[in-house]
């Protein structure tokens, strides 16, 4: 029954596309024929060029979410070799103890690191304390992207598992992920980035349903899930897993503000295959501030420019100087203190984003006592 109806759902909304790409495209036809003003033509073409393009990427819009329903083939094998990457700057030990923690519920078979671009003997002896395997190097160059590259050589798993110190990994991570590498072809999967903190900037206030609605949710809910019909998707980061062959066959991580993107147009080049998984595998932690979110969209907006050409030189000098600076880091709520961690209480979700790890691990238990000492 259910199916019945979102299948006529479906139907319903596809008609509905192709009467309104016909109107627009008759007004765009319309404007041209017959409302040109010949006494100030430049400004009247410019006008109308304008229209046009933001026509022209509707209907890239509906041939891209035309089909949001592809799933790749998809068989989880056993004995694959997996390594679990966290890579950290400075976020609080907590938040990173956390993760860590979320890490060593994931069912898989799997090897975790912990990637210290901060080189912090806490963090050393946290990664020991959970059974993970510390790494760092002698300098931040490249940022995260070179924490990653650096990583490449020391380790060795098929699979590469990536994470930020904020995102809180589900058990079913891996089964919900490995399994689409039964095709050869594929390089990536790529998963959405859901959030804990439902009061921060970028979420819609009052959200209610299991997955509550933010500024994220269309990219990640509608257009990734499209892209997997004309196999676009592509890298985001975390939470994502990668072929290590794939990452290797291009030089690793690309060097760019955006990192990810650069990096998904080399595999592409190369012939190699990405898929967007849908299912929610880690929950994060969202921008809280107006200056965190906006600091984060910038950095968003520049990568793409800079993996373009289009300003490429600036790019790099943003590059480096984040390098130097924060490599590694996200702008999240995190650099928001004091309320930084709150917001993982405020939501009253962090049982929920851990399962019950709340019981069985002191170190969640340690997450909430250190926002209540925050806050």
Known sequence: MREGTDRKRLLLLRLLLIVI??????????RAAFTLNPEALVFA???????????????????????????PRFVLRE???????????????????????????????HTTY?????????????????????????DNRHGKAGTINAAL???????IALLDADMIPQPDLLDQTLGYFVDDRVALVQCPQ??????????APNGRGPRPWHEQSLFFRVI????????????CGSPSVVRRAALESVGGVAHSITEEILTSLRLHARGWRTVYHEGVVTYGIAPQTYRAFT????????????????????????????ATNEPGRRETVLDEPPHVLRAHRSSGRLHDVVGDLGQRCPAVRALEDAIDDRG
């Open 153 to 159: 050589p020391l380790t060795e798993g098929e699979f």
């Open 224 to 235: 990734q899930s499209g892209k997997n019909r004309w196999n676009v998707a592509f890298w």
């Open 194 to 203: 859901e959030f804990s903190n439902l009061d921060s900037f970028q979420h």
């Open 21 to 30: 790409g016909l109107y627009v495209l008759y007004y765009v036809v319309w």
């Open 79 to 109: 004995g694959l070799t997996v390594d679990v990457l966290v890579t950290t700057y400075d976020e609080p030990l907590e938040v990173l103890e956390a993760t860590l923690s979320g890490c060593q519920q994931i069912r898989y078979p």
């Open 114 to 138: 912990v990637l210290d671009d901060g080189r912090r003997p806490e963090v050393e002896a946290l990664a020991a304390r959970l059974g993970c395997r510390y790494l760092t190097r002698p």
């Open 295 to 322: 600091v984060q969209r910038l950095r968003w907006a520049q990568g793409p420019c800079a993996s373009c050409g289009a300003v490429r030189r600036a790019g790099d000098r943003a590059g480096r100087h984040r």
């Open 45 to 71: 073409v410019v006008l109308l060029a304008a229209e046009a393009w933001g026509v022209l990427n509707l209907f890239f819009f509906m041939v891209m979410t035309w089909e949001t329903g592809v799933r």
